[in-house]
């Protein structure tokens, strides 16, 4: 009995408020928009029985999506969306390795400090963190009157408001959810091992190669997919840093429901970029399985 | 250090420059005492007056502390009783599709999160406000705090509770006298976590806010979409003080606990 | 002796504390245990002895109440316990890992179950310093689990398990993480404290000397089934099977062929040798197969032709020095390899025997157990 209330309970408030919104989703994405509250068509009435319900599946259709292939804006968004999550993510895989490597290699008493320094920005808002950037990215922000001064520039350069500048602040952002595993990566490598392969005649070039970077396998791949896949649906940092040229699909769809009110066309949005999304998530959780098996 | 190279040096330096720069800025231009926010013009605290004047501000920000707590305390709950079904329940009908629903949300875009939330409370009539973001908060927070305590239960020896049973514990009692005050810390944790997502917020928050309650994200970036203001970068020290000071507290007191407890198991071994 | 002999075993007339009746246990398709059936007297030490796998864990945390039977009935003092939850049975477990609560003082461990059962204040206080004072753990009452030694962990573990007074104390490998030296001096604490509180000990172990040394009986098991119960002698001596034979101590098993004689069997073992001959309390019929199983220290080894029944030439091709003994790794005809063990009553520089030697061992026609397989 006892078991049966600890199961039901958290078991429950995740249906109800998880995978039933997401079918509501599902469904309104298959419906009609229509100037009414609330604006689709056609709506469930359970009153009506079988037939109302029949009558409720025949008025589905996929006309949402069918819009979503003709109007480019959509598909670019979509393209740019992974464009961007893409080279953000190898952006962050050079810029977080080289950090991770460092932290691994330092001293042990070292070591709690820094892994605490990468980790405190994480507690702190990410909005905050991005925002950051706006008073230093603007065209009289700090970095180019820093370049001004130094007369490296003759007059300022339009960094806030392009895709710069939203490469920018993902790495800034995400770089913490790059360093993290492939430092806990790193950090269990038996440092005799580099040791080893020197001894049978690598160099030390050849046994970064060869023993570091395999061994770290696992933890760039984690890395690189906790980084893509929230930049995927990113919406804060195009909205602040991107311009009107940034296309991102989070933000696409914010606006189609708020500004555009369109609900089945932002739910189709929605349906879609989890499809793109969702083979992404199953390397990723197959990669966390492997690991969980290598380390039981 | 053998392998410490200055190219390792490099790296941290660049590194934690880049992570910490634009935040040490931020916090330096706050006391600016000029309007124009990159023009520096003598220190001030004006801007952390002003911001205690502007009842916008604390209105939201009391509405986040809110959400945060409760949102947070319920997860917390759930999100524990969670992690106990998926590490102990053994197996029960729908077990799959449960944790499913456990890791989706930790991956699942809270664009798609606000938006499904959103529908789900219009389709069933419930008015948006402080309700609503609770219910959203804790759904998401609850499967970070049901990982972060899973990922503990897993290392606890199960004999303890057997132990515990063997002495005469009702299985709730074991949980209540012998797992709970074990897995504590990570309880807290899961907490924490589930407090900061909560506070840090602003898709979700935004799809769910109703004109009744808005949130402090919310109302920081309805502002700061409008360009840079010195009363924001008042208001992100604040922020960004609160955590620091929090951040270092925590890790100074579990320092101090493993020192003292490694110093107390030396001393035992020498005693024997 | 003035003394009995404790053996309630030998007496029908006692009532076993526990008893087996056709118990059976499957995980899935596997079978833990298979159709068991077995007593257990009170005030006993009884150990459960055998690889791991064997099922011997399965059954003490069937007492527990950790498991329940599949198929067949529990009883303990007469009555059914499969309905019984383990925290309403009077039967308390030592823990493999001790699973001393982390949280809690060694005192508030020890109090645990006491304050479970709902004891008042006075009844605990004494109670609980009754069990410091029978595991000398006095000095460490005020400390944390983690702040004292291994060795004092196990006595905390014991202590928090009897302080109960519990009908039966099921001990899991209670030895197996201390020191060879520490388990040796712990062991005889162990029977001293069952002796002096009368509660019956069921001991679960894989090490053979440990259940030798301290259980009044042992059960040797083997997949899932009690192959042999018997005191420790017995086991040692009187084996009931090769697999009992192999599984306690050092043996030599010999196949042969054995023929009934007059005075006992004459066992043939390789063709065209001298028959080996033996005593048994089993009988063979003529030309069946069967097992010689002989314990190396009861090998006698020389350089001269001994005057008996039992001799074999050989030569030398291993010695394995233990300090106190000596085991020599005997070729004989056949290929075969026996082992025999003296004690090194000598010092090393005097011994006479070495590789390649060529050797007469010998036995008496009692020292070796025919055994059917």
Not at chain 1, 47 to 75: P, S
Not at chain 3, 35 to 58: H, M, R, V, W
Not at chain 3, 246 to 269: K, M, R, S
């Amino acid at each position: 009995m006892r078991r049966l209330i600890l199961i039901a309970v958290p078991y429950l408030w995740l249906l109800a408020l998880f995978l039933v919104p997401f079918l509501i989703v599902l469904k309104i994405s298959l419906s009609d928009t229509a100037i009414a509250i609330p604006p689709y068509t056609p709506t469930l009435d359970l009153a009506g029985g079988w037939a109302a319900f029949k009558d409720f599946l025949g008025q589905l259709d996929m006309e949402n999506f069918v819009w979503l292939t003709e109007d480019d804006l959509y598909w670019k968004a979509y393209l740019s969306s992974v464009k961007i999550a893409f080279f953000a993510t190898v952006l962050t895989l050079v810029a977080g390795y080289p950090i991770a490597y460092a932290m691994a290699r330092a001293a042990p008493e070292w070591r709690p400090t820094l892994l605490m320094l990468v980790i405190l920005p994480f507690w702190t808002s990410f909005l905050i963190r991005v925002y950051a950037w706006m008073g230093i990215l603007s065209n009289e922000g700090l970095l180019n009157g820093l370049l001004l001064k130094l007369g490296l520039i003759a007059e300022p350069l339009t960094i806030l408001n392009t895709n710069a500048a939203v490469y920018i602040g993902i790495v800034y952002t995400y770089l913490p959810f790059m360093i993290l595993p492939i430092y806990s990566a790193l950090e269990k490598m038996d440092e005799s091992l580099l040791e080893a392969a020197e001894d049978l005649g690598c160099s030390r070039l050849q046994a970064f190669w060869l023993v570091t970077v395999p061994l770290s396998k696992q933890g760039i791949i984690a890395g690189c997919f906790l980084v893509f896949i929230p930049v995927v649906g990113e919406f804060v940092i195009p909205s602040l840093l991107g311009g009107s040229g940034t296309l991102m699909i989070g933000k696409v769809l914010f606006e189609e429901f708020f500004n555009n009110r369109d609900w089945p066309v932002a739910s189709a949005v929605a349906v879609i970029l989890l499809l793109i999304l969702i083979i992404p998530i199953i390397l990723f959780q197959r990669n966390e399985q492997k690991q969980r098996e290598a380390e039981g | 250090m053998k392998r410490f190279s200055a190219f390792n040096v490099v790296s941290l330096t660049l590194g934690f420059a880049f992570l910490y720069l634009p935040m040490i800025i931020l916090v330096i231009y706050s006391f600016n005492d000029s309007k124009l926010v990159t023009v520096w013009a003598g220190f001030s605290t004006r801007w952390y007056g002003e911001l205690l004047q502007n009842e916008a501000f604390l209105d939201a920000a009391w509405v986040t502390i809110r959400v945060a707590v409760a949102s947070s305390t319920i997860a917390t709950v759930l999100g524990t009783m969670a992690a106990y079904v998926l590490v102990r329940a053994g197996r029960f009908h729908g077990r799959t599709l449960f944790s499913g629903m456990i890791y989706a949300p930790l991956v699942m875009p809270e664009v798609i999160t606000g938006l499904s939330l959103l529908l789900l409370f219009i389709g069933i009539g419930l008015d948006r406000g402080i309700v609503t973001i609770i219910l959203a908060h804790t759904t998401f927070s609850m499967c970070y705090v049901s990982v972060v305590v899973s990922s503990r239960l897993v290392s606890f020896d199960r004999s303890l509770e057997e132990a515990a049973l063997d002495l005469g514990c009702t299985p709730f009692a074991a949980f209540r006298l012998v797992t709970l005050p074990i897995i504590a810390p990570a309880v807290i944790s899961g907490w924490l976590l589930a407090f900061t997502l909560s506070l840090d917020d602003l898709v979700i928050a935004s799809f769910t806010a109703g004109p009744s309650a808005t949130t402090l994200p919310i109302k920081i970036f309805s502002a700061v979409r409008l360009g840079v203001s010195p009363e924001i970068n008042a208001l992100s020290t604040i922020m960004i003080g609160i955590v620091t000071v929090g951040v270092i507290t925590a890790s100074l007191v579990s320092k101090r606990a493993s020192v003292k407890q490694q110093a107390e198991e030396q001393a035992a071994v020498r005693a024997t | 002796m003035a003394e009995t002999v404790f053996a309630p075993w030998t007496d029908p007339q006692q009532k076993p504390l526990i008893q087996f009746k056709g118990v059976t246990k499957r995980f899935g398709d596997f079978i833990a245990i298979d159709n068991l059936s077995q007593d257990i007297y009170a005030q006993e030490f009884f150990a459960l002895l055998g690889p791991s796998g064997c099922g011997k864990t399965t059954m003490m945390r069937m007492l527990a109440g950790f498991e329940a039977p599949t198929e067949g009935q529990i009883l303990i003092a007469g009555q059914d316990v499969a309905r019984v939850p383990p925290n309403k049975r009077a039967v308390n477990m030592m823990f493999q890992s001790y699973a001393l609560f982390p949280h809690l003082t060694v005192w508030d461990n020890i109090a645990f179950g006491l304050r479970r059962e709902g004891k008042s204040k006075a009844e605990i206080e004494p109670r609980v310093a009754e069990m410091l004072r029978l595991t000398r753990l006095e000095r460490f009452a005020r400390r944390k689990p983690h702040q004292i030694s291994g060795g004092q962990r196990q006595r905390v573990a014991l202590a928090r398990s009897l302080a109960k007074a519990p009908k039966l104390l099921l001990l899991d490998e209670p030895l197996g993480a201390l020191d060879a030296k520490l388990r040796q001096q712990t062991q005889f604490e162990l029977m001293d404290i069952q002796e002096k509180t009368g509660t019956t000990f069921v001991i679960v172990t894989h090490d053979q000397e440990e259940a030798m040394t301290v259980a009044s009986r042992v059960a040797v098991m083997d997949e899932g089934r009690i192959i042999q119960v018997a005191t420790p002698p017995e086991i040692y001596e009187q084996p009931n099977s090769v697999y009992v034979a192999d599984f306690i101590g050092d043996v030599n098993i010999i196949e042969g062929v054995a023929h009934p004689q007059a005075d006992g069997y004459d066992i043939l073992w390789v063709e065209g040798r001298q028959p080996l001959h033996a005593k048994s309390t089993r009988s063979f019929s003529n030309g069946q197969r069967c097992f010689l199983a002989m314990r190396p220290e009861k090998v006698a080894i020389g350089t001269e032709e001994p005057e008996t029944r039992n001799k074999v030439k050989g030569r030398i091709i291993d010695i394995a020095y233990l300090g106190n003994l000596s085991t020599y790794h005997v070729e004989v005809p056949g290929g075969r390899i026996i082992k025999a063990q003296t004690a090194n009553t000598r010092r090393l520089s005097r011994r006479t025997l070495t590789w390649e030697d060529e050797v007469w061992l010998s036995w008496t026609e009692t020292a070796a157990v025919m055994l059917e397989e």
